[in-house]
């Protein structure tokens, strides 16, 4: 079977696969299945989400278009929820993961290639700091709205660790608010 075709059959119980880096691609084939699904009907739909995370641009653009999605969307993380896989998480109006579901939150960084000391360099690199930090603030407070950690606390998950960042399980992530719940059997079932 190719992933095409996994995707059809996907598409008849209003599931979208969420998975890999996320990436301009990847966020405009989940959008594409958003739009379709609620161009057709405010029934719900449902995300399974298994993602490393990926680029932040891309990432908050879906998570806007899940957010004002008319029909409800539950995510379901099914493996891993790293970075901005668990910011697209908080946009859904229900979240949930299996037991084992691996979850990582890290510090933003910003992957400069080359070292210079020239002036039209260090205005670059003073620029990318502060979109830098705005985007921070962003991430901080979708993570603040819906699991109700203090600015503080998702500080300390954020720069945790030899890696800056701290992982857990599907427990934890309960504990922590950022699900809703723990499934230990298919929500699909008919």
């Not at 899940?66 to 109006?93: F, R």
Request: overall charge neutral; proline content about 3%; some cysteine.
């Amino acid at each position: 079977m190719t992933r095409e075709e996994l995707d059809q059959l996907l598409a008849l119980k209003r599931i979208i696969l969420l998975d890999g880096d996320i990436d301009d691609e990847m966020a405009a084939a989940v959008k594409f299945w958003l739009m379709a699904f609620n161009v057709k009907s405010d029934e719900g739909i449902n995300i399974l989400i298994d993602t490393d995370g990926g680029s932040v641009q891309p990432a908050l653009a879906l998570y806007d278009l899940i957010k004002i999605s008319s029909a409800p969307v539950t995510g379901i993380v099914v493996g891993d929820c790293k970075s901005m896989g668990v910011i697209l998480l908080q946009a859904c109006h229900i979240r949930m993961a299996t037991p084992h579901s691996d979850f990582y939150i890290h510090n933003l960084a910003w992957k400069n290639p080359v070292l210079s000391v020239d002036d039209f360099f260090n205005k670059m690199f003073r620029k990318k700091e502060t979109e830098l930090k705005k985007l921070k603030t962003k991430i901080i407070n979708i993570l603040k709205r819906r699991s109700g950690l203090s600015t503080k606390k998702i500080k300390e998950l954020m720069n945790d660790g030899e890696n800056y960042g701290t992982h857990f399980f599907a427990d934890e992530a309960l504990r922590l608010g950022l699900i809703d719940k723990i499934v230990k059997k298919s929500p699909f079932s008919e």
